[in-house]
């Protein structure tokens, strides 16, 4: 089992929740995130002042999901999240250990 997370543009979130529903992946958890990379952040003017904002916002994706479903959940989330501009994001993937459903006991991808 795979726990795959992506930091994608707030805005391209329903595009991939659709996207990963039609392939088959049952759920997510989405977080609204703030960071920033290679962008830097931008300055702004408010009233009369500029300032810096260094954080950007962002969107996480944490998705659990068997190993067999990774490569084409990868492909899925590039795919719809590409805007082919700065700060589209990134995609980690770790080795989930174990997964339990807590109402039902069930354990490994039983509990998917």
Do not use: C
């Not at 958890?29 to 916002?57: M, N």
């Not at 795919?79 to 006991?105: M, P, S, Y």
């Amino acid at each position: 089992m795979k726990l795959l997370t992506a930091i994608i543009k707030p805005f391209k979130l329903d595009d991939v929740r659709d996207e990963l529903s039609k392939i088959g992946i049952k759920g997510l958890t989405a977080s609204e995130v703030k960071g920033f990379g290679r962008q830097k952040g931008h300055t702004e003017l408010y009233r009369g002042a500029e300032y810096i904002v260094d954080f950007l916002p962002k969107t996480k994706i944490e998705i659990a999901l068997e190993d067999s479903q990774l490569d084409t959940a990868i492909e899925a989330i590039i795919k719809v999240a590409n805007t082919g501009k700065i700060g589209d994001g990134k995609i980690f993937v770790f080795d989930l250990e174990q997964v339990i459903r807590i109402r039902t006991g069930e354990t490994g991808t039983d509990a998917l």
